[in-house]
């Protein structure tokens, strides 16, 4: 029996082309999922079908990366395979683990596919820091000025007041209000 697996990173993206893939390949079952392929064990779904498969069956993923992005968890899962007596195959790839020169390039890739991964990670951290040295706030916005949350809490003071009412009138939730009051009182 052949198994498909088909991943994608993120909400945003489609996992119709690696499914089209899969079955034009006969797979004759396919886990699909959206998580990052960066840790196997938040990866329900590839633990589904790595209990699904059994001797004599084929494990297919369109790209290698999409088993995993981790060296380890790559050589991990292989393993797992092999000790089910179960093939590995990565349809736009072309592999075949049961030949040396198949081995060496699927230990080749995952080392690229960890790099690229790791590159990425690199890029996207210095472009954050970059971006907080021009001033860029990350989050949401504040939904409180500071004249807003001192005006809260002469209200408080008052009495006249509930903190729901409060916080109705400047558009929060309850617990937004008594947040905001509660750090501008540490300062």
Known sequence: MKIGYARVSSTGQNLAVQIEILKKAGCNKIFQEKKSGRRREDRIE???????????????????????????????????????KVDFKATEQNFDTTTSTGKLMLGLLSVVAEFETDLRAERQAEGIQAALKRGVKFGATRKMTKQDVIEAIKLQKSGKMTNQQIADKFGVGRSTLLRYVAEYKKK
Do not use: W, Y
């Not at 001797?55 to 292989?78: A, H, M, P, Q, Y």
């Open 46 to 84: 590839l633990e589904r079908a790595l209990e699904f498969v059994r001797e004599g069956d084929t494990f297919l993923v369109t790209r290698l990366d999409r088993c995993s992005r981790n060296t380890l968890d790559l050589f991990k899962i292989l393993e797992f395979l092999k000790s089910k």
